[in-house]
């Protein structure tokens, strides 16, 4: 049976040219690049080679890239390196309630420890209140973080405009990229913001690896203590085939952006003219006005249907898509996403996520419009609350 | 880390060891905090014309203390105290950054020398 | 020229098994495990088998297994994750000073926020004083931190005796055995230790992984928060491939254990004896009894000359060893663990390490036998302080 894999969200398969960058630091050159002698050495130039790769994604300079072990690592380290280093001067933190939970868990667990936390609504769309977020400032606030794209929605943040609210009232700005970076064009300098977390396995890298901007000058305590390696801002000794992985990863994605925009949009719009046209009773979860979420991402409730059972009658007939963040499966909660965004909680927990990648086809498309209808229609024919 | 030139002043140093009657002996550095370096040169009319480092440090110390004294050789003392510890890092055509200071004891020990070569004949 | 690696306390190649055991789960089990599709379940159980590798090298169960992306990480763990569990009861810490930077760090960021440190010292051949540990424990200690194997000098120290001291007190005692786990049998059972922690790129498995053992009923935060890997204990996506690797590393490591030993151990003190019989004035760093230190691991000083400038001529022949850990290369100051064991400084900056690995041979040791004396002899001629 073919494999139709729609859970890009959750992770990617790693590229090909992005296996054959990192195969020969797993295989030969496996010095440590902290040493000096040839094996150190062979190493050594790799690793800034892909510090500026990740940089010329971000428009950043390489020197304000921090190599981390994965987006969760990231987040927890601009979220609590900055706290921790800007203890003296305030402790409010200012987030939003979609947030992915490496920064939502990361926010409570500082909020148990004295921290002060407002964590935004959204509206029914999933959108933020700009000026309900400047209002939430305060001169205690130290941070504001907000994703660039949600993981479970595909929903944008107005980045450019927070940062310039952020600007306005000299609050340090960081934002979880994990979703947008290597979808669609990121200028960290543009957009005013201090702090970017990026993760290597949602665009093609291993897990396992990723990345964090950290503007010039920002003040931020490491997260890992111990060596000198990252000029003091993470110790542990580099991940060196990841890493390059990760900057050959950035460099494809830089390349081929236009590309891939283009492509999956076009077919996650297939999909979902073709879920909204065939299947009824059908609720989008997201910002209606396409352009505003993330190209790839589709989220969807079947009313009636428990995610998961969908689900997993998509994978009988091969088709791989997840219900809420890969994250929470294993938890019986409904989406806090969908929650947050209003949504009643057996529609919640009826939504299903398609997030495409570079190499879904057409047919792929095709596929699962042939497959979803029936599969819909037989849990549904179950289903004690559906009313057709 | 270290460029060629670096390299080949540390693989192949010149003019290291120690001249017998030296005119002028320059010692810098302490053994307990850091690295040594002790030039020894004869001078003749105001020329040094010969010149020998000893030096207890690490490459970049090893480098900078042969760059020194090829710098030296042959100057007037009045050229060779203008040699400076950037001039020698420049002449190596640079060093890593955690490693500028190796350098800094080069120039010191070359102008020390000079100063004991001139003590010695104003007494 | 016939490349000699001796650095393998800094890290060590890949095993080729290793490499061949994670490369499916690089090319085509890309699934994120956490993911209840083909692709996620595909990968979930190679991590629990894993997990079951580790714990089988480390006599303890699957359950207490917890990964994460490096040694340095699995100390901030262990350490932070203790002092933020236990705030309630007590805010003091016992270390020695010639722990990893991984661990030294963390426990003077934890001193700056608060905690009280007790660095312990240790004598002339590196040995800790176990009377003065045991009166260092107050009605506020909650963790004691000592490592099983130096990464500098090899030394040994006594878990066993700590872990009996740790218990009569019920002081949690956590062990860094980045450098013991896999070169010498561990029982952290019947050691009597709550935390241990090792590291992937030290056993043959790639960088960026490792684990940390967390005895069952321990009280631990966790460093990242976020998603609900590990069971709640370590957020971010599994690095799966990698781990994968450190599970069949640590099989590797536990079924090749004696031959493993008895090989770099008659090859150490073929190295060891070489030079003490060969080269004037050298200096043996570390316990004399040579059954308390790593079998692969010789740290030795050559008078009258500086340990880097020896290395980069080592280089120049193809031998690759190490001056003070890797860790500390590109910082200017001797090693802080031969500091503490009240070497003088000139003597400290004269040390180089040779760290032996299973692929090393009689011909390697007996290649760096011979150029090893002219190196030190030409060093020794442009030295200052060098008396013959
Ligand atoms: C004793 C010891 N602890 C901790 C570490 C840190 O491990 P990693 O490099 O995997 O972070 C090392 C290695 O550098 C080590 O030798
Ligand atoms: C928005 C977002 N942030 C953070 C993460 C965490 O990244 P990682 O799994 O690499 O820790 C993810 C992915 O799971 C994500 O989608
Ligand atoms: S019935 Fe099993 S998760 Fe809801
Ligand atoms: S001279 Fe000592 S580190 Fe360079």
């Known amino acids: ?388 | 880390m270290y460029n060629e030139t670096v390299k080949d002043h540390f693989y192949h140093p010149r003019n290291a060891g120690e001249l017998e009657d030296a005119d002028g002996i320059g010692e810098v550095g302490d053994i307990n905090c850091g690295d040594i370096m002790r030039i020894t040169l004869r001078v003749e009319r105001d020329i040094i014309t010969a010149i020998r480092f000893k030096t207890f440090g690490c490459a970049a110390a090893i480098a900078t203390s042969s760059m020194v004294t090829e710098l030296a050789n042959g100057k007037t003392l009045q050229q060779a105290l203008r040699i400076s510890n950037a001039d020698v890092a420049a002449a190596l055509g640079g060093l890593p950054e955690e490693k500028l200071s190796c350098s800094n004891l080069a120039a010191d020990a070359l102008h020390a020398a000079i100063r004991d070569y001139r003590a010695r004949r104003s007494p």
Chains 1, 3 share one sequence.
């Open chain 1, 1 to 388: 049976m073919k494999q139709i894999y729609l859970d890009h969200n959750a992770t990617t398969p790693i590229h090909p040219e992005v296996l054959e960058a990192m195969l020969p630091f797993l295989r030969d050159h496996f010095g440590n690049p902290s040493s000096i002698h040839w094996a150190g050495r062979a190493v050594a130039g790799a690793i800034e080679q892909a510090r500026e790769q990740v940089a010329s994604l971000l428009g950043c300079r390489a020197a304000e890239i921090v190599f981390t072990s994965c987006g969760s690592e990231g987040d927890n380290l601009a979220i609590k390196g900055t706290v921790d280093a800007l203890r003296g001067q305030g402790n409010h933190i200012i987030t939003t309630e979609v947030e992915h939970p490496a920064v939502l868990e990361t926010c409570r667990y500082l909020q148990e420890r004295g921290c002060r936390v407002t964590f935004l609504p959204v509206d029914r769309r999933g959108a933020l209140d700009l000026e309900q977020l400047e209002s939430a400032i305060t001169d205690q606030t130290i941070l504001i973080s907000v994703m660039w794209g949600n993981n479970e929605t595909g929903n944008l943040f107005p980045l450019a405009e927070i940062g310039a609210i952020a600007a306005r009232h000299k609050v340090c700005l960081h934002s979880d990229a994990v979703q947008a970076a290597g979808k669609l064009a990121i200028d960290v300098r543009a957009a005013g913001i201090d702090l970017l977390v990026l993760s290597g396995h949602k665009i093609g890298a291993p897990k396992g690896v990723g990345a964090v901007y950290i503007k010039n000058g920002t003040r931020l305590s490491p997260l890992l203590h111990g060596g000198h390696q990252e000029r003091n801002r993470r110790a542990g000794t580099h991940n060196v085939a990841s890493i390059v992985a990760l900057g050959k990863a950035c460099e494809l994605a830089a390349a081929g952006l236009a590309t891939y925009r283009q492509q999956v949009r076009r077919l996650r719009d297939r999909l979902e003219d073709g879920i909204l046209a065939t299947i009824p009773q059908v609720h989008l979860n997201g910002h209606p006005d396409r352009d505003l979420r993330l190209a790839n991402t589709l989220n969807i409730s079947f009313a009636g249907i428990e995610g998961e059972s969908l689900l997993l009658n998509l994978d009988l007939h091969g088709i791989a898509a997840s219900s809420g963040s890969a994250c929470s499966s294993g938890s019986l909660d409904a989406s806090h996403v969908l929650r947050a965004m209003g949504l009643e909680s057996s529609l919640a927990r009826s939504s299903v996520r398609f997030s495409l990648g570079a190499e879904t086809t057409e047919e792929d498309i095709d596929h699962v419009l042939e497959v979803l209808p029936a599969s819909v229609q037989r849990l549904r024919e179950m289903s004690p609350v559906y009313k057709a």
